[in-house]
């Protein structure tokens, strides 16, 4: 359990040498309370001129560790505590490192300090979205150094959870803390750690203090932090030259945590005055500007990557980029690079803006031939000058890692007229040579790779400039990260071995898609990942925290295990887990299951429910797909034994133009199965109460599967998946301070909620997707660590949802409004607001809401197409996402009635 110093002794050592030139060197001794279980050791480690190196602390007890080192005036010094086990593995305390923020003009200073866990849920207000945008600080206060031969006691609460009008202040019982009347007001200089200095001419400190909330316009304490009082009891070995650095965490705040309210619409679904027949990033300032006037904190987006692929309305799905870097050159707007000097081209662009905004949806073909023919007009205009722009220098040279690979792929998709990187004659193979080839000035079709330089800088700009301006107004962008890659996209073609191209990522079949979802995307290598410290992620999460203050991370339970579907199947119900633990033939033996498994590991197919699933054409089937074993008794032919062979030959026969409602059924026979196989073992299959092959069961082969199926889904791999997660999140987390947001719909293990609480991520709570044995979730009893929502893009809106089923509407009215009487059957503006009213008053630190949800409580105002307010429908695959607001961002602003309506009823909410 004792610690030791002997790491000291080198450090201090090879430090000596490099500061010669500095002349003054004071003792720093650090001292934590903190319990600490046996095993355990706490060190430091120190970031100084250039170097870091960690010293072990020692301990008297098992609450007090302390070491020492020597500082002198010049040094730029960091430090962060650590635990490390008896296993060696080493816990950081949360946050970014401690800096020291004093003059070095006495003889020893002694820091107090205490543990900052990553799980407390105050930490959340030490992110981006919070310290550097809601509690945005625009001007500080400088501390004022005392200058004394006398001691000085510096007093330090880090806490970033204050309006930026108002300061925190001190007081205690001594007179030079104002004797419980006179407050000590707190610099902000160096902000979320505030700090105030204090003469002390005695040799012992026994002091009694708190902190409260200082208005600086009214001149009074408006609030006192709640709790006992703070102590601080110190014997200086002397009566001067001394220092007592005390930092504390948190203003115990008596009025609770704070809370907030947001909207949530994808950028190509905005429509404003100046776009193109799509939003853009120029339009989330106009969204900014009516986020501040509703009195909403949070702006959300979908994924605003680049999914130009085969440059057809396929590619309109915003979680298929190319790249996880490249910014969607549909989002730039064109007005905003240069004016066309061209008279007859300007005009033309302008006739074709006046055509795209006319229309009610998104054009994805349109807007992707327009915009495209104009960039290449004015990259042509504007090259010259682009070439010699420092700014867009520095942005090529800053980004060359992955924009230089960027825009030679999409000039080989153009040559090619694919991303399929696999049939490109030449290229086929990522090369760095052939990288630098094309991005070679001399490459006789340099223009041709370049101009995506270009495109990519004016997006960046662009993008860059409604971040700073939502920043600027205190609205946080909440970006949204996509749970994989495309399989055909420029990260695939750079590092495959990256990725598990040989499966696809899904997910298991729920209430909204009930044959499961098949995304396509490939799966993630973690092994190879892992060797370089998950850089490839620290990239990824550092570019986009350039845009974004807080993050949405889709399908977060990918990150402990993802739904993996073999390439040659295409529903999610012949999923698996990945990774998983597959049971031995042994094992499942021990449940009971004993013989040939072949009846449950074949498709299971009989003759008495085919007419069932099939109707009139179960003679076409029987003919054509199935062939016959034995009386009543059937197997799939070669030609069909697969959802992928299914799928090609129905999209080739022409003779099956008229059947193409037989695809899915035949689909569900292959999947008639109870057991997956693979080399390691046996796996259950997911949803296997609703196959006939389980409902043929005896009651003992049901009861067999049961406690298989129970034990495989619920119980065997809890720890495991946990691990798994808690390996690869916090690199992530690392590698940048955004609000981190979770999506944890749908199948959860039980260990996901408390792997995400200590890692301080936000849940997602959806009042219709409960995770409970309820119908409907109950928004006033969601933890503060959620963000709830009433729908989401993957959903109907309220009125969507409302309007598809008059019983279950009852059932909410009743059970969930608490509203009697009958439901009506087209959902009113007084249930859309009564919905919104319960979410503003949960406890949920944010409440966000899909706009449609919002102008749904304005009957003037709202669509007055219910189903066309729907973004996707999962259960459609390819979707054409083309949802576009009705309302452009100038009207909305205008709409003072509904406009004032949002805004008290976030304030009355206290949000």
Known sequence: MHGICSGFDSFAANLNKNLSDNTFN???????????????????????????????????????????????ENEAIEYKYLIKNQDGKEVEEHGQYRSIHLPRNGNEVFFQDYWRPQFEPERSFFSAAFKDVIFRRNTHNKQVHIETSNNKLVFQLYAAAIPPNLRFCLMGNVEALGNWHQPILLSDENFPCWQAEIEWGTQWANIEYKYGIYDPENQQIIQWEEGENRHLNFNFPSTGGCTVVRTDEHFRSATGNWRGAGVAIPVFSLRSENGCGIGEFNDLKLLTDWAVKTGLKVVQTLPVND????????????????????????????????????????????????????????????????????????????????????????FIEDNADWLKPYAAFCHL????????????????????????????????????????????????????????????????LKGDLPIGIYRESCDAWVAPHLYNMDGQAGAPPDLYAVDGQNWGFPTYNWEVMAKNGFRWW??????????????????????????????????????????????????????????????????????????????????????????????????????????LKIKELFTKDKKLAKRLHLEKPLKRLVSEVLLLKEPGGFNPRITIHATHSYQDLSQQEKAIFDRIYDDYFQVRHDEFWKQQAL??????????????????????????????????????KIQRAPSGPVEFDDPSTYPWTSVCSPSCHDMST???WWEEDQA??????????????????????????????????????????PIQDLVGMDGELRRPDTAAEQINDPSIVPHYWRFRFHLTMEELLKADGLNEKIREMVGRAGR
């Open 808 to 849: 279950r509407a009852q059932r909410f009215l009743n059970n969930a409004l608490h509203i009697g009487g009958a439901a009506p059957a087209v959902c009113t503006t007084g249930v859309v607001e009564a919905v919104d009213q319960q979410h503003l008053v949960s406890p949920s630190i944010l409440a966000i809401f």
């Open 538 to 643: 620290q990239q990824r999460m550092g570019k986009l925290a350039e845009y974004f203050d807080a993050l949405r991370i889709d399908h977060i339970l990918g990150f402990f295990r993802i739904w993996q579907i073999p390439t040659n199947q295409t529903e999610g119900t012949m999923g698996l887990f990945n990774p998983r633990l597959p049971y031995s033939l042994e094992e499942l033996q021990k449940f009971g299951l004993q013989g040939d498994l072949s009846r449950y590991l074949e498709p299971y197919i009989r003759g008495h429910f085919l007419r069932e699933m099939f109707g009139e054409d179960a003679e076409f089937v029987v003919e054509n797909f199935l062939e016959h074993i034995s009386p009543g008794i059937f197997r799939l032919r070669k030609t069909v034994d697969n959802q």
């Open 413 to 476: 998709r153009d040559v090619n007229g694919t991303t399929n990187f696999n049939t490109w004659p030449e290229h086929s193979t990522y090369s760095e040579q052939a990288i630098t080839k094309l991005c070679d000035p001399r490459y006789k079709h340099f223009d041709e790779v370049a101009i995506y330089y270009f495109i990519q800088y004016h997006a960046h700009l662009q993008l860059l400039g409604a971040t700073n301006y939502a920043r600027q107004h205190g609205v946080v």
């Open 307 to 394: 999914t130009i692929a085969t440059k057809k309305w396929t590619d309109s799905y915003p979680y298929a980029a190319i790249s996880v870097f490249a910014l969607h050159p549909l989002y730039v707007n064109l007005q905003s690079i240069a004016k066309l000097k061209n008279q007859a081209d300007e005009k033309r662009l302008q006739s074709e803006i006046a055509k795209l905004n006319k229309s009610e949806t998104v054009d994805f073909e349109g807007v992707l031939k327009t915009k495209m023919a104009f960039f290449k007009l004015l990259f042509e205009q504007e090259k010259a000058v682009f070439f010699k722009h420092k700014s867009a220098m520095d």
């Open 26 to 72: 004071m003792n720093a001794n650090f001292h934590i309370n903190y319990h600490t279980q046996f095993g355990e050791n706490i060190s430091i480690r120190f970031r100084r001129n250039g170097q870091e190196e960690t010293v072990f602390c020692q301990n008297y007890d098992i609450d007090h560790w302390r070491c020492s080192i020597q500082i002198t």
């Open 798 to 800: 309220i009125r969507g």
């Open 727 to 764: 390996w690869k999140l916090p690199s992530l987390l690392k590698a940048s301070n955004m609000l981190i947001c979770g999506e944890d719909l749908g199948m959860i293990p039980r260990s996901v909620p408390g792997v995400m609480r200590d890692l301080n991520i936000i849940s997602l």
